[in-house]
């Protein structure tokens, strides 16, 4: 090796060396709050248990700020009553206070039922004014783990068992609802088993971060797009109303996903991951079947056949992706639909 | 006095023509075109520094996106769909067929060393000099990108080791299998410009099994950065967004370096390059 | 009678459809051998089969009793010159040669030594840590000379060595190789001039169209040669004094000029040459900076014989 060729791998090596101690330093200075989002996704997901079965999530600060939310506002304007009284009670502007929410269905396991839910939302809240809300609703205040939690038992009494019981006693502490204030600006809602559990894994413990499955999908949804939800399908089968060629392939569909960027319109895509690539395959068929339906039953109407020739079936292997795009116009539309059955004299656009 | 000597191992040999060829390979006429292929990488992320301190975060398709966002962008469509195969065609088809057209290969034939143990050892001067080379770029472009659009340097660090990896997984892999072309075909260069940017993106495309027969397909699998979904090219990507498992795909371009390397050194031992000088 | 250092054996080599060597069979023994031929005779042919840079189409090939082909433990024994100026230009004479004796296995500090050892016997060491791409033509042979002889190697084969040598190089290099026979290596060296040959060593191998001609002696070929005109190029410092003097030589049959060049016809090389060489050693006309003899003369010796 000539010495010029030496003093050049001794300069490669040494940027590389400053660049990569420089990059250590920034991520050292960093780490308390990249810990928790350097395996991707909103910070919040540290509080959801390993094994949830449906997470979702929608930055509501670029929602609310977004074409398509102006356009729903003109087009609905009954919705701002009910916005105004949450306001008033609660002290919390949804358009301008809350900046993130992550919603959690828990899956069946331990103490959790699968009927446990929980919102944590980051934002700008008055902890005071909602405790005096909760405690007005009979709510108790706990300390848990150096956390303030409001319990209220009184949430899940209307709940009635199919066979016309009320839940045994037990059952109904466990299903109690709370709501804790984790951190400055992030209270977490639901099921007191699942608010407690957010507690637990705010001190350490296997939160969904540590399920390498579900990040990687969740990696995938969180870029680019505003709001997204992934799960199990088994979580999300006994509540779908699906045709029967769909049913008939639910058992081979493991994880499912819906990601969407909601700014003019909303553009997304639905993704299913089977358990195998034949399962992809029959799957990929039915939707087709179903899409090639639906294009011809869109009529002459060219918003609801723009949004229907935007479906794009993709994917390989185990994944069948479908993209679609909604159009700003196709909202207008059912603003006009809204508006002439509150009004049916107005003329229709 | 020198009868009963053997031939040095092949890893001794190739160790010696790597140091023999690192110089080489550095400061040959590819230099200027390995610079300004690097170079322009570093230039944009001085454009994109600039504008982003006078005009605010970059938009793209009308969202705002921050420097992280940026520096993936530039990672994938940049350097891995494009400055790691341009090098991995140039440099690897080149490795033999340069000696040949200096005719310096008569003094590396000549010597007792195994002819693979020259190839193994100008594919390591290759990898050596492309890798020392690629990475600082990537350094520069990742320092002047990443904090713009209110990106966090320290966030997006360890996607940056991340990327240091699949880079080099790529040069490898790229830069085998172009050794192999280059040291089986007389025309290696058409060829593996016709297998990188024919090939390639084409088969990527295809639904099947035919984009397993690309190096890119196992690549997409380190890629620690996402593409956008919000535009039809977003969507386009989106299609062939499966992607094998990672260990899968270090398993693969594993193989398919083995392969290729061991292909080019059966290769090399038994043609007669003077034929060709 | 000692083994033979090179044995072919109905060897033959194609080049598509044309013949490079064809169905030759003879031995070359040790010491001192030279190969005699025009251009196109098929001398780098063989060169490049005795080296195992080829592989023989037909028939076989030993040197120093193996085969070459794909048998890299005999390089520690042979050390090649080849016949192409061809070099990494960016490095020095020294780095150079000690980076192709580190591939012999020597460690760095050896290897070092060794090129230094080398370059110095082919007077290169004043110039061993200049760019090889600064090197006159005349280094530039010797360079590739020291490579060929830095790992002292049983068996020297050299390809047409002395071309664009100046006159005192080229003295000092016919001794070096003469010098090599009598320490009891064995050398193979091709040339198409026959005095350089005749210079080195009285055994001969004269190769024509792709056959040997005659093996042995060489003083039956000088005899023919002889009758011969034989031109010579000759670059020097002050070309036209030179040619003056040469010129009044009586063996000096024209002279022309091309470029900084004399391009002399002589009747009698052997002559000419020594005193080249003795004008070259006074330094009278300057330094006299390449010869070489573009005369293909020879093949006038060659039709000859085929005849």
Redesign the interface.
Known sequence: MTTRTRYFVFGSLLVLGVGVAAGLVAYSLGYSTIARSSAGGPPELQYVPRDAAIVAYADVQDVMGSDLRRRLKAALPSSENGQEEFQARTGINVETDIDRVVAVLARSSGSLEPHDGMVVASGRFDNTRIESLMREHGAQVEEYRNKRVLVSADAMHRRIEPDGRTPPAADRANRTFALAFLEPGIIAVGSSTLVRHAVDLDAGGDNITTNDQVMALVRALDNGNNAWALGHFEALRPEARLPDDIVRQLPAIDLFSVSAHIDGGVYGTLRAETRDDEAASNLRDVVRGLLALGRLQAGSNPEVQAMMQSLELGGSGRTVALSFSVPAELFDLMGDYARRRHSPGAPAR | M??G????TVA??AL??F??S???M??SRRSVFLAILLGAPVLMAVAIRVLGARLGPIEVN??AVNGA?VFGLMIWLLYIRFIVPVLGVFYGTSLIADEID???I??????????SAVLLGKYLAYL?STV??V??SV??V??LVVPTGEG????A??S??ADFGMLTAGLIAYGAVFAFVGARLKRPLVAGLVFAFGWEPAALLL??YLKRLTVAYYLQALVA??????SPI??LL?????VPPVGTSLISLALIVGLALWAASRAV?GR????E? | MSAPVIAAEGLSKWYGQIIGLNDVTFEVPPGITGLLGPNGAGKSTFMKLATGQLQPSKGRIAVLGQTIWGNPSLYFRIGFCPEQDAFYERMTGLEWVAALVRLNGADETSAAGAARRALGLVDLLDAADRRIGAYSKGMRQRVKMAQAIAHDPELLILDEPLAGMDPLARRKTIRMIKEWGREGRSVLVSSHVLHEIESMTPNILLINQGRILAEGNVHQIRDLIDEHPHKVYVKADRTRALARELLAQEDVLSLAFEGEAVVVQTSKPDAFYARLTELAASGVHGAIHEVTSPDDNLQAVFEYLVK
């Open positions: 020198m009868e000597r053997t031939a040095p001794a040999s010696r023509v140091d023999l690192l110089g080489q550095l400061w009308g969202r966002a200096d005719k310096t008569t003094y590396l034939f000549t010597r007792p060393i195994r002819r050596a020392l080379l990475l600082p350094m520069l990742f320092f966090s340097l320290g966030a660090f360890p940056l080791l639904p099947g950065h996402e593409r956008p979904q919000d977003g969507m989106q299609v062939f967004r499966e031992e007669e390059y003077v034929l000088q």
